[in-house]
């Protein structure tokens, strides 16, 4: 919807719902980083409940903000200033995206769950088997440089070609186009969240990098050439992290 030949109040009014669109994503955002902050470097017993909270607020804190666009956009192309709840249908499509993610975050739990009580503790320091940590250097690498990495990427990075070629109206199409967009945001960034059972999965500088870098991957037009970059970075390191454990049995 345009706000072109709008009366002013109902031009005014879109705009207060974009802003509380755009107030709401910052306060969920900063609350999940207000309780990630204090759990950074604590070593615990292994609670799968715990686990997939902690995985479920540190999907939240790290991509939420690269969905912002993307959610910011879809609520000023479905804004209704006439609706009783004028941005349900976008807090529709930002649940169900976040929905994908906590999916994955259960998925990540289990797996963090069963390797905490069988392996070794990775809530700090990560793994400290070197050749698993290689593998899964060389496995995020390589991932970047995928045609499903690229496919995905794409979608992430423009907004405006997602929701006109995947507009569905109402607060079902809302529903779905949201699950539409995790999942390529998931296809793009799941190996990337992998990385964090290397540095540690409460690793605080590892999770802001790793942040940090998935927002500037999504926003700036030189996405791709990024992901190349570090898709070479990790593979090197993997070779860097793997090569005296050869030399060594050879």
Not at 20 to 41: E, N, S, T
Not at 120 to 138: I, K, R, Y
């Amino acid at each position: 919807m345009t706000t072109a030949g709008m009366p002013a109040l109902l031009r005014f009014m879109l705009q207060r719902e974009r802003a509380m669109v755009a107030f709401c994503l910052a306060a969920v955002v900063a609350l999940a980083w207000r309780w990630l902050a204090p759990h950074a470097g604590m070593e615990m017993e292994p609670d799968f409940g715990f686990l997939a909270a902690m995985w479920c607020i540190m999907m939240i804190g790290m991509m939420l903000p690269s969905a912002a666009p993307m959610i910011l956009l879809f609520g000023a192309a479905s804004g209704n200033p006439q609706s009783r709840i004028p941005f349900l249908a976008t807090l529709i499509f930002a649940a169900a995206y976040l929905a994908v993610w906590g999916l994955f975050s259960l998925v990540a739990a289990g797996l963090q769950w069963w390797i905490e009580l069988r392996v070794e503790p990775v809530m700090v320091q990560g793994l400290s088997n070197t050749w698993a940590s290689a593998l899964l250097l060389f496995g995020a690498g390589a991932y970047q440089f995928t045609p499903l990495k690229d496919a995905c990427l794409r979608q992430c990075q423009s907004p405006l070609g997602f929701l006109m070629s995947r507009w569905r109206p109402g607060w079902r199409g809302a529903f779905v186009m949201g699950l539409q967009h995790g999942i390529y945001c998931l296809g793009c960034c799941w190996m990337l969240m992998a990385l964090l059972f290397v540095g540690g999965v409460m690793n605080l500088w590892w999770v802001v990098g790793i942040a940090l870098y998935v927002f500037l991957e999504k926003v700036v037009p030189a996405g791709p050439w990024l992901s190349r970059v570090l898709g070479a970075a990790l593979i090197v390191g993997a070779v860097a992290l793997a090569a005296p454990l050869v030399i060594r049995h050879t």
